[in-house]
């Protein structure tokens, strides 16, 4: 019914005279002279993929990453400008330096990519899709040296977040070098029911809910809310991903309390459970040598959605809310670097807690209000 609905619609509407109105009167509400975003989302740059393109292991290019025309110009009148903004800033790509021995690759994928230089290697948190995972992996050999994956960590149980773990390391190389795998309590059981049980629905409402296929215009794609919308090429003829390649390689190891640590590559972490949050299964971890916090999809740039169109289980904002506010109490004052599974970090002990306590407060008035 929803497919016919779709193609009912026929070609995209130009903005009315009240979408105009609206979205004007709703434009001189906005700080525009407010810069501090825009700061934080290109500090530590350092340089993007050749052409801006992403391509696959033969060459081909599978994804066009050159946005700077669309976006670098007046929001259009069919989006909001609040929403345009924010598809400009997620929409810079390419390898950031986060801290001393912290990197993130933003912008090529929906989600981030973190690298942590450890003692012989790297420690790589939450592999995006392959393709943007092996480009990433090749910006850090080429700007920081060509060392080996020394581990993995899988913050939550989407599958933006592990599905390109074969983009930097091999499920044979993973075992012949024992490389620890890390992820939450129930990781497994929530990749299996929302992947494989109930895939295929949920990869339809995905695409409707996210307009996968829409080409990237004022009326068609424009962003994915938390990450950008990548204008992908249609692929060789003979590439299809199979159903292993879309898997994660299996955790060695489940982190199951709050409190619990891990070294890694030479590297100290600390976890926090974030059980039933923005994910079923999703964990948060502190680095103590970089005062560096990690909260993985539960402090996004945006207010979440709580209710998730595709399919995915509700989110208990409540819960979500206090797993915030004890993270605030773990961490807050001994961080210096707050990053996450999205969007750009934050830096300084102040700037980080009025953050997470703005985000924590908008969570818990979701408990009266609807958010979805």
Avoid at 96 to 117: E, K
Avoid at 146 to 168: A, E, F, M
Avoid at 191 to 202: F, H, K, L, N
Avoid at 256 to 279: C, H, K, P, W, Y
């Amino acid at each position: 019914m929803l497919r016919r609905c779709i193609r009912r619609q026929g070609a995209a509407q130009p903005a009315t005279a009240e979408t105009r109105q609206k979205l004007l009167e709703f434009a001189r509400t906005l700080p525009v002279d407010d810069k501090h975003d825009r700061a934080l989302a290109m500090r530590g740059f350092i340089a993007t993929v050749p052409g801006n393109v992403l391509r696959d292991p033969d060459g081909a290019v599978v994804a066009d990453l050159d946005t700077n025309a669309f976006f670098n110009r007046p929001a259009a009148a069919t989006v909001n400008p609040s929403l345009w903004r924010n598809a400009g800033l997620l929409a810079r790509h390419g390898l950031f330096n986060v801290a001393d021995r912290l990197y993130q690759v933003r912008g090529l994928s929906i989600s981030n990519m973190t690298v942590i230089v450890g003692d012989t290697g790297y420690v790589v948190v939450d592999p995006g899709f392959e393709d943007a995972a092996r480009a990433g992996m090749e910006l850090v050999y080429h700007h920081l040296g060509r060392k080996p994956v020394t581990g993995i960590l899988y913050t939550h149980s989407h599958s933006d977040h592990y599905s390109g773990v074969r983009g930097v390391l091999s499920d044979e190389e993973a075992a012949r070098r024992k490389v620890p795998v890390v992820a939450p309590a129930g990781f497994i059981r929530e990749v299996m029911g929302e992947s494989i049980i109930a895939g295929p629905a949920m990869g339809r409402r995905a695409g409707y809910q996210f307009g996968f296929r829409l080409p990237q215009t004022e009326t068609g794609g424009v962003t994915l809310g938390i990450g950008p919308t990548i204008r992908t090429v249609a692929p060789p003829a003979g590439r299809a991903a199979t159903a292993r390649s879309r898997l994660p390689i299996v955790p060695t190891h489940e982190i199951s309390r709050t409190g619990e640590t891990l070294t890694i590559d030479g590297v100290r972490f600390e976890f926090q459970m974030a059980t039933n949050t923005e994910a079923p299964a999703e964990l948060h971890f502190y680095l103590p040598d970089f005062k560096a916090l990690c909260l993985a999809e539960n402090a996004n740039g945006t207010l979440h959605n709580a209710l998730p169109v595709r399919g995915a289980l509700v989110r208990d904002v409540n819960a979500w809310a206090d797993v915030l506010t004890e993270a605030i109490g773990r961490y807050g004052d001994r961080s210096e670097v707050l990053f996450t599974s999205h969007f750009w970090p934050h830096w300084g002990r102040a700037d980080i807690l009025d953050y997470l306590q703005n985000h924590r407060d908008a969570y818990k008035i979701c408990t009266t209000r609807a958010c979805a």
